[in-house]
């Protein structure tokens, strides 16, 4: 059992994509749940995140044009992004935490490719 992600594909630049990822809500109960995006050769990299109390991080090349979002209950999570430029094509992975010590990514989608022409 895992996460699922959807709402990925190719966009020109400066559209908007919404991602969802859902999954049973058990993985959503226990802390912060986030994407995380792999550029081609690089290092998987956290884009965004959000606390159960709603507290929001975004890195600093999306602040103002994504916005995470998720629902509890019905176990999803959403990365709504706007103004879309080329160098967001990535591969976007949603993640769950778990708390063991601290809040520890464990739970992950199969990722999802997002294209900006």
């Known amino acids: 059992v895992q996460l699922v992600e959807s709402g990925g594909g190719s966009v020109q630049a400066g559209g908007s994509l919404k991602l969802s990822c859902t999954g049973p809500?058990?993985?959503?109960?226990?802390?912060?749940v986030g994407w995380f995006r792999q550029f081609p050769g690089k290092e998987r990299e956290l884009v965004s995140s959000?606390?159960?109390?709603?507290?929001?991080t975004y890195t600093d090349d999306v602040k103002g044009r994504f916005i995470i979002s998720r629902d509890d209950v019905k176990g999803v999570m959403t990365l709504e992004m706007n103004n879309l430029k080329t160098e967001d094509t990535a591969v976007y992975t949603c993640?769950?935490?778990?708390?063991?010590?601290?809040?520890?990514?464990?739970?992950w989608g199969q990722g999802t490719q997002v294209t900006v022409s």
């Open positions: 809500t058990y993985m959503f109960k226990n802390c912060a």
């Open positions: 959000i606390r159960k109390d709603g507290t929001t």
């Open positions: 993640s769950a935490g778990k708390r063991k010590l601290a809040c520890v990514w464990n739970y």
